[in-house]
């Protein structure tokens, strides 16, 4: 495992391990994912993946983030943003 990748391993596993989770959508055209996103951040969508951190049982919840190509690119984003050092 890279050193990136390790990172990015065990920044992901500090956000699951917090009152704020990561939830991570892959969005193309029709799907649940593209409606649910759409709906609530009214963003203008294009495919690939989103995220954010969401309090599960909650309303709170951090702005959306994305189109990512990739499930790394969102899982990278999150940890860059939400992440302790």
Known sequence: MRDYEKE???GIKELESGFMTPK???VSN???AEELIGLES???LS???YCRLSANGFMD???WHGAFETLAEAQDCLVDLYAMD
């Open 61 to 63: 919840c951090t702005d």
């Open 30 to 32: 029709g799907t649940e």
């Open 42 to 44: 009214g963003l203008d």
């Open 24 to 26: 991570i959508y892959k």
């Open 47 to 49: 495919a690939g993946f």
């Open 8 to 10: 990015r391993a065990e």
